[in-house]
């Protein structure tokens, strides 16, 4: 996501000032979000990440990149949180954060709102303004056109204390005219959660659930062929991420083939194993692959109902008197984060895969190959902790 570069002097004064662009907009009536359909899918696609909670539609994504922090200054913090796609091209976005420490009490929504329209956006035109409430609280709409590109805008402006929260999303041109719905759903999501706990959330997926603070949602993974999450532990392990997801693939045999075609990892064992994950001990197939760059993966794929289930670790080093076929079963923070934090809801599992590990697929049953894999052997970027003395939304 990118946010423009602000002076703390003068967006400062725009906040506790009437602003004074000459950049035209229209302020419209009062809008109720609760008015449309609150709950942007009909299967669940939910982030709690950072005190946020927010939902997307169905098959949509969030993303987080390397370069999250845009300013940190005494009277100026700004970040950008999390990107958001449908994964079709047609809609992309982000979630920013703004802090001016400094300020004395309070952003005035109806001045950030001003202040933001007239002096803050560039290249927006058409600009409607709707006052509207969020989470409770006093928040603004904004919508326009993204001049010399077409593209619609729409954002929420939600004043948190001296900070402020904003949700941005582009779509090809009158996509978000004719249905600003698919926009207002995933503002009106939006709550304030406790600081310690991340969730993610996706239909299909097994659940994510951390609240003391020990694990945090990193990114999304989407794809023809795989679609899951990762977790990460912000360097208090030699674990660098566990991902989580299903595979459009149906055997062993078929991941494998795959896997092959990545030249970033080599494959180097197979072994059949217990893993408990939810407290649920499930027989899997374990895949041990070399990272070229260094490093080692092991994937776990299960047996589900109606699809396979991938847990994917990967580390850098492991406690030396444990083997690689039992870092899941012996390695205390690994083993933690499987059982605690990650869990298959009802019916997700084969009960047959509790009996035995999957077997290999006789040639007849392989599919033909996948789609290569795409970034298997980058590590999930870590959110930067905000400077002292501020706060996260």
Same mark, same amino acid.
Request: charged letters at 20%; proline letters at 6%.
């Given at each position: ?17 009437l ?20 709950n ?10 950072l005190?946020?909670?927010?939902e ?9 990149k ?10 100026l913090?700004?970040?950008e ?7 079709k ?17 309070? =952003?005035?929504?109806?001045? +950030?709102?001003?202040?933001y !329209? $007239? @002096? /803050?956006?560039k290249g ?6 709707y ?16 001049e ?21 999303l ?16 995933i503002f ?14 996706i239909?299909g997926?097994p ?16 794809g023809?062929t795989?679609t ?9 392990s030699?674990?660098?991420? =566990?991902?989580?997801?299903? +595979?459009?693939?149906?055997? !062993? $045999? @078929? /991941? ?9 990892e ?13 407290g ?8 041990i ?7 080692k ?5 299960i047996k ?16 030396a ?13 690994l083993?933690?984060a ?27 049953e392989?599919?033909?190959?996948a ?8 590590a999930?970027?870590?959110i930067p ?7 996260t939304?």
């Open positions: 996501m990118t946010r423009s570069k602000l002076l703390g002097a003068a967006v400062l004064g725009c906040l506790l000032l602003g004074t662009g000459c950049q035209k907009y229209q302020m419209m009536p009062s809008m109720k979000l609760s008015e449309f359909n609150t942007p899918a009909t299967t669940p696609n939910e982030l709690e990440f005190n946020i909670h927010l997307i539609h169905e098959g949509w994504s969030f993303l987080t390397n370069k999250e922090v845009r300013a940190d200054t005494p009277t913090f700004e970040a949180l999390f990107e958001i796609t449908d994964n091209g047609n809609v992309s976005g982000h979630f920013r954060y703004t802090d001016f420490p400094d300020l004395n009490g309070n =952003i005035v929504p109806e001045k +950030l709102a001003k202040a !329209v $007239e @002096d /803050f956006i927006v035109v058409n600009i409607q303004v006052p509207t409430y969020i989470n409770a609280q006093l928040a603004y709409v904004v919508s326009g056109t993204v010399g590109k077409g593209w619609d805008f729409m954002a929420a402006l939600i004043p948190e204390g001296s900070a402020y929260n904003e949700i941005v582009f779509s090809d041109p009158d996509y978000f005219k004719l249905n600003p719905e698919v926009a207002y759903n009106s999501s939006y709550k304030v959660v406790e600081n310690d706990k991340s969730m993610r959330r239909a997926l659940e994510f659930l951390c609240t003391d603070g020990t694990w945090r949602w990193a990114l999304d993974d989407t023809n795989l899951s999450y990762a977790i990460a532990d912000g360097d208090k030699d674990i660098i991420a =566990i991902k989580v997801g299903t +595979l459009n693939l149906n055997t !062993v $045999e @078929d /991941f494998k083939q795959w896997m092959s075609q990545s030249e970033k080599t494959y180097v064992s197979e072994f059949p194993t217990q893993i408990n994950v939810g649920q001990d499930i027989s899997a197939t374990g895949l692959y070399n990272l070229n760059s260094g490093g993966k092991i994937y776990y794929i589900g109902t109606s699809t396979m289930y991938l847990v994917v670790v990967m580390y850098e080093k492991k406690p008197e444990i083997t690689d076929e039992k870092v899941h079963q012996e390695w205390p923070e083993r933690q499987l059982t605690q934090y990650i869990r298959f809801t009802e019916g997700q599992l084969d009960p047959s895969g509790y009996a035995a590990p999957l077997a290999a697929p006789a040639a007849a392989t599919t033909a190959p789609p290569a894999p795409q970034g298997t052997e980058s999930p970027p870590v902790a905000p400077a002292a003395g501020t706060t939304p």
